[in-house]
């Protein structure tokens, strides 16, 4: 008898005893190392985990396919060592291999394991004789040589000189003993020459040696009053000289054997590259000092420079207890700064730098400036050609204060022409720099820093001398100029915020492209459309302001949803609207209404299959009328989800961006509540060209209900002629369309999930995703 799956149930009973058998070894495994028993909660997980690792554990049989795979490349690989003997003698033995041996590929495995480099060392004529046996030739001995004439002098090997490769160096002798030439060699060439060289040198005697030593004593003696310079190879020389144990001038060897130098020696003889080196390392510390006075003297041109050098000695004094000092440079140094603040003063009211001499550290763009790139572009901080801030140092930590300051009354007077911001300047603002008031305050308290005091007065002057405008300047942008109505206008023409004038545009477009598809794309008839619509929805939409823009080809689309694609209806922003939103129109915003009427088409296209259900009787309906129904109604749910998303998404972020606006404290801060809000936008309403794959799923499904509908018609004609006969037509059709919405909604939901999770608007991603599993279902 055998199971479903094709095994008896003897393999089963053993593999259930062999199971067994493994659980009751990992139990008493378990006892015995852990001491846990069976009434622990731990032991039946220690079980679980000590059986898997048995299970993991168990030895596997050699693989025969890897084995024979190595057999044929060592055949191959005899035969590229140009070995072709060994190669066919091991391929013939492969094939009078037995083939039902059940260890043949363990045998042949632990062969080649135990092989060691067959093409050197494999003889194939052995191997085709074994019994043949190689006659070896016995290597010649000295009892041999010495058998005819043995030698009978005591002292032949007294005095002998031995070759350079004779036993002599295998048992330890001295490699400086004399070599002689090899008695083989038959000519100059064919000899060595350093034997040559060893056979002629002659070596010294011990009176020899004796009289060295006493003419180095002698010398050394005389001569140790004077300098001996020597070169620095001659030093190497004699060093070398010394390691392999011979005299030396340098060196000497005591009693011990212990090595000594003369110290009186020394090398000074230095070579071309070290004098380079010496030269180029000296010559560092002045090309830095001189750069350092180049720029200090290119810095001088400033006339804030002698600003710093009296700001400098006016705090070294004060730090050293100088006050008769103090007060001398604090009086020059405020007398002197009076003339850098009327420049200063001018920019702070007026918003204006003039600066013909290029000193005042904020610069006018030469360049023409567009309206639209006031803030940003016509007047930025100037910097000098190392990149550093052209303004005194006592100045850098109000630099970003005053820029503002006078930035934000330039483009007040921009925006309104304000009289009294242009006339405020017929006094000396530079006046109000006290000098003898900060002395005092300086005496009263001795134990305060110079800077602190500076500061102080600097900042009592700036808060006397300009005004602060960033307030003005915020309700006149968000009130008088639109900014919080430009929100609220992209959210009544993108976000669908009047629903009704929204659907009055989107049906008499639906309503021209149908009519005529390839002769809609006239911009000026939809610009006009939709400012006779939507235009009307709010007063705060200029209605001048709302263009149409088609593109494409007239040809280049099928239907009414991929020729949406190309209609792309932008609203223009005012130019004070345009420094905050740093561009001209929102296309992204565009973008979210190209989908927006995608979904709504395809919502009015399915609402016709529906007005049809009412002519169609119980005993009509059929299979493929039942299968047409149920993908009807999951389009127009799957429809209704991303309508409900797209237009409560977009009026929620546009609600945030105008509550971050108000609470926004300059311009440079409403600038980046702005660029947030597009880039929320963007990722919500998956509008980025990284998730085009995931928007283009969702458009898909939108075409689906368009083929949809032209199916519905032609089952609905078909229905009583064919289904009454029990033949179903089209059904085959219907379940290619299910299954091509349910592969495109599978990916979007995918999708979607997998940008929840990246980050950027994730709880409005997971909603959508979780409604979109909600269909799947």
Known sequence: MKCSAGITEKDAAIGMAHAGQLNDLAEGLIGSITAVGKKDANFAQLRSIAVKGLREHSHARTNQFDVKAKLDGLVEKFAVLDRDDLSESLQDRLNELPARDGFLPE?????????????????????????????????????????????TNTGLWDDVARGYYSSGDEAGSDDDSARTASTSATSINESSVHDLARQYVVQPSAEDQAALQVLHTARGSSDASKQQIIPEFSVVRQSLQMLRGLDTDLFAFDHMGKVTAQRQQRTSTATITTTEDVTQTSALHPCALSQLVTRGALNTRGSFALLDVLYDLACAAQL????????????????????????????????????????????ESKAPCEPAEIWHSKYRLRHDEHGQLVAPKFLHNKLAEIFAMGKATMFLKQLSNDDLIQNSTTRDDAEDCDVMLMS???????????????????????????????????????????????????SHIYSSADAVHTGSFAEALYE????????????FLITELARNTIGNGSSVIHKESLTAVVDGSPNGCNGVVAALESLSLQYYFTWPVQNITRERTSAIHARALTLLLQTLYAQRYLRKPFTTLRLLSSQAQGPASESALKLGQ??????????????????????????????????????????????????ALLLGANVKPVRDAIVSNFALCERFVSLWDEVSRI???????????????????RREYKASLSFATAGVRSLSRVGGEAAMLEMLADRLEWLAD
Not at 115 to 135: I, K
Not at 336 to 352: E, F, I, K, Q, S
Not at 512 to 523: K, N, Q, S, V, Y
Not at 719 to 737: K, M, N, S, V, Y
């Open 107 to 151: 045998v042949l495995s632990l062969l080649m394991l135990l092989s060691d480099r067959p093409v050197f060392h494999t003889n194939v004529n052995a191997l085709d004789n074994p019994n043949e046996q190689e006659t070896e030739t016995k290597a010649l001995t000295w009892a041999e040589l010495i058998a005819d004439d043995p030698p």
């Open 320 to 363: 050293e207890g100088n006050e008769e000092g103090l007060e001398v440079f604090s009086r020059v140094l405020l007398d002197t700064v009076r003339t850098y603040l009327r420049p200063m003063a001018t920019w702070l009211r007026t918003g204006t730098a003039e600066d013909k001499n290029e000193s005042f550290f904020v610069e």
């Open 440 to 490: 005092s305050r300086m005496l009263n308290s001795s134990f305060t820093p110079y800077s602190h005091f500076f500061d102080e007065e600097l900042a009592a002057w700036i808060s006397n001398t300009g005004e602060d405008c960033a307030p003005r300047l915020k309700l006149a942008l968000l009130h008088d100029h639109g900014v919080l109505g430009t929100l609220t206008t992209l």
């Open 512 to 523: 021209r492209i149908e009519r005529r598809l390839g002769t809609w794309r006239d911009a």
């Open 634 to 683: 999951a389009l127009m749910a799957f429809c209704d989800v991303l309508h409900t998303y797209i237009t409560t998404t977009g009026n929620v972020l546009t609600a945030e961006a105008h509550a971050e606006m108000v609470r926004a404290t300059g311009v440079d801060d409403m600038v980046e509540v702005y660029a947030t809000y597009i880039a929320r936008v963007e990722r």
């Open 719 to 737: 229905r009583d002629h064919t289904e009454a006969d029990g033949h179903f037509p089209r059904l085959q059709e219907i379940d290619d369309f």
